[in-house]
């Protein structure tokens, strides 16, 4: 007689190479690699990017360039790597802090996935970096920066909706680590803050459809948590629907 295959997000179960943390921080670490040597990232649009942080930065001081430009700080979705440049960038240089900042969204963004696809699955499936190479897709190339870095941080703060869903008072812990978390992607841009908008929608329509096709038994968090066994929650879903059974025989 054979013994039944094991869950596969069962914790007692060892973790195959490729479903480990340290796995998924060296998988981001290597995207690094590919713009580390460019003294810039070969990126269409990063020279204008890099001629505008270069004005704000110098306009105090420059006579040249108050002829011709005039900076204007004003709160907008579209900030994020203009902050950061404005931040460090007298203290660094324009051009090292904006490389640091794009291989820092190429990193942010592929982690990102594998923390998704980890949070999504319980465990991180093989078949998770095959998704890496998006990371340099037509935006990453055509240089939208602040695009970029906003959808780098939208990631991370998926996987957490996800690992915060497990959780009993997950509606208050949401809203307190959220409200803040989006207002800081929607000043990087617009765009991402829209996009984790979206996507957590998707999931909380997800969640809410199954949560009613199977009678309200996976609405507990005990039963969303890879920790909990498989008949745990199906036992539970009997009980509803032979209630709900007897419910309409004796109406």
């Known amino acids: 007689m054979t013994s039944p295959m094991p869950h596969a997000t069962d914790p007692d179960r060892p973790k195959p190479w490729w479903a ?114 998006l990371v340099f897709g037509m935006p990453f190339h055509y240089g939208f920066l602040n695009y970029s870095l906003s959808v780098a941080l939208v990631f991370p703060a998926i996987a957490l909706w996800l690992r915060l869903g497990l959780q009993l008072d997950r509606g208050i812990v949401r809203a307190a680590v959220f409200v803040p978390i989006s207002l800081a992607i929607w000043i990087t841009h617009l765009a991402g803050w829209g996009l984790l908008g979206l996507v957590l929608f998707a999931i909380e329509l997800a969640t809410a459809r199954r949560d009613g096709a199977s009678g ?3 609405s507990s968090p005990a039963c969303r948590s890879p920790r909990r066994s498989r008949s745990y929650c199906s036992s539970r879903a009997d009980h509803r629907r032979s209630a709900s059974r007897t419910g309409s025989t004796d109406r």
Do not use: C
């Open 216 to 218: 309200g038994a996976r």
């Open 20 to 133: 480990t943390r340290r796995y998924i921080v060296l998988v981001s670490l290597l995207l690094a690699v590919l713009l580390l040597w460019p003294a810039i990232p070969p990126l269409t649009d990063i020279f204008g990017h890099l001629a505008r942080y270069t004005i704000v930065e110098r306009i105090g001081t420059s006579p040249y360039l108050h002829q011709w430009f005039a900076t204007h700080w004003q709160l907008s979705g579209n900030l994020g790597v203009d902050l950061i440049a404005a931040a460090f960038g007298p203290a660094f240089g324009i051009v090292l802090v904006t490389k640091i900042t794009m291989i820092a969204t190429a990193v942010l963004t592929g982690g990102g996935m594998l923390l998704v696809a980890r949070a999504a699955h319980g465990r991180l499936p093989p078949t998770a970096p095959f998704a890496l190479p």
